[in-house]
């Protein structure tokens, strides 16, 4: 029996210049700046191009973001 996988690339980076983010698409690598909004917008549609599973957070990120560390880390 064969084995077959699909591999994705993705690329985060804190500041991307235009030039790369040209670059990244070119080369089909999916990529998410994190340094502006519209940058972090972009990592729901990475999620989705990638088929990973996700909801959106509703609420204040910045009031919940220990506990929501806590369940990711299982601390």
């Given at each position: 029996m064969k084995e077959c996988r699909n591999l994705h690339k993705l690329y985060i980076a804190d500041k991307l210049s235009d030039t790369?983010?040209?670059?990244?698409?070119s080369l089909k690598i999916e990529w998410v700046e994190l340094r502006n909004e519209v940058g972090c917008k972009r990592f729901k549609g990475v999620l989705e191009n990638l088929k990973i599973p996700h909801r959106e957070f509703i609420g204040n990120l910045d009031n919940r973001i220990d506990e929501i560390l806590?369940?990711?880390?299982?601390t």
């Open positions: 790369n983010k040209s670059q990244l698409n806590s369940v990711i880390f299982n």
